[in-house]
């Protein structure tokens, strides 16, 4: 499927035309409104599309790869629900009540509900990326209440359904227009959604069904990472409610910048600086490579900007075990800015024999003309 084409939108459409689009297709195509057999089929795929082309990093890779770049990059293609739940609760996140109450899981206050996923940035140093690096983080995030184990009740209380709702976390309210009448179900003013009596909440997370924590995990970082590079940590992002599982943690990646070697994917870049003399003779010289140092051949009468290539002691491919990029080598002919006397009169001997060279070529032609 196309998402562009699901949405009725161009691949050069700004944020506000898409969400625009969601908006008006969403109201025709909500099962509420649509009783068309595969309403709430497409309204699930019109969901996927807005989900990704609303999200600039989602959008980038699917324009690029389509959806098997969003499932290689680690994002979920279904069952979809926007992190909101069912499709009545995408509508009413985008119009603020549900068209005729349709149902959905999430109307049960007691259902599970899976817990967020987390994001979390860190910055690592060039030669850890390259190699790898196992490491120590603290991470926050919402760990299942101990007290309630996570139904946000009072274990003493004896009443904990809300009077307002009944325990449904919704209220319902008809509004009579020139139309007909139209009904709303929107969240539980008194609860918040709970269903559970305020009253009867959970003294230690106040009836979340759960409470921040920090603690220190390991990860380790395989080598060959790159800036935007992701680590899943799986059930570390917050606690489910009712039972729900816990979302993930992902670890996106930022490597420092080496004040030596430059990185273009698997290969890496430097510069050397080679006097006159080397250029024009050759040279052995050592150079230095994320390896360590490693002896190089300059051949005679290199020019200037060549590129001299050391085989696989580039990037390792992320991976693949014992692959790696190439480290090239740019050479860069130092012109000398103060001489000293002996250099200044060797260099003009060069200079007037280079001359003369010249000059004797160009006889040498003439003579052979007028033979």
Avoid: W
């Avoid at 946000?152 to 509004?175: L, P």
């Avoid at 969240?187 to 909440?201: E, F, L, M, R, V």
């Avoid at 052995?284 to 900007?305: M, R, Y």
Wanted: include cysteine; glycine fraction near 12%; proline fraction near 3%.
């Amino acid at each position: 499927m196309d998402y562009y084409e699901i949405l009725g939108v161009g691949k050069n459409a700004t944020k506000d035309e898409i969400k625009s689009a969601f908006r008006k297709k969403a109201r025709q195509l909500h099962p509420d409104v649509n009783k068309a057999p595969d309403a709430e089929e497409r309204f699930k795929e019109l969901g996927k599309a807005y989900e990704t082309l609303s999200d600039d990093e989602k959008r980038q890779l699917y324009d690029r790869y389509g959806e098997d770049g969003l499932k290689n990059a680690g994002y979920s293609q279904g069952p979809f629900d926007f992190g909101f739940g069912g499709i009545n609760d995408i509508f009413e996140a985008f119009f603020g009540g549900s068209m005729g109450g349709f149902s959905s899981g999430r109307n049960d206050p007691n259902a599970p509900i899976s817990g967020d996923d987390l994001r979390m940035d860190i910055q690592i140093d060039f030669m850890e990326a390259v190699f790898g690096v196992e490491k120590e983080i603290k991470i926050r995030h919402l760990e299942e209440c101990e007290e309630c184990h996570g139904t946000g009740k009072d274990k003493n209380a004896k009443d904990t359904v809300c009077k307002t709702c009944k325990g449904h976390g919704r209220v319902q309210q008809n509004t009579r227009t020139i139309l007909g009448n139209f009904t709303s179900v929107t969240t539980c003013p008194a609860c918040g959604g709970s269903g559970i009596d305020p009253s009867a909440n959970c003294k230690q997370c106040k009836g979340r069904g759960a409470v921040q924590k920090e603690k220190t995990v390991k990860i380790k970082i395989p080598k060959g990472v790159d800036s935007g590079s992701r680590i899943r940590l799986s059930n570390e992002g917050n606690a489910g409610k009712n039972g729900g599982r816990a979302g993930d943690m992902y670890i996106v990646l930022y490597v420092k910048e080496s004040k030596e070697f430059i990185r273009d994917g698997v290969d890496i870049h430097t510069v050397l600086e080679i006097s006159m003399p080397q250029a024009v003779l050759g040279d052995e010289v050592t150079v230095n490579t994320v390896d360590g140092e490693e002896k190089i051949h300059i051949p005679q009468g290199i020019d200037n900007l060549a590129k001299l290539l050391i085989k696989g002691k580039g990037v390792p491919y992320l991976g693949k075990e014992g692959q790696r990029g190439n480290h090239y080598v740019t050479i860069k002919i130092k012109t000398p800015k103060k001489l000293s006397k002996e250099e200044e009169k060797l260099y003009r001997e060069l200079f007037e024999l280079e001359k003369n060279e010249k000059k004797s070529g160009i006889m040498e032609k003439v003579k052979t003309a007028f033979k």
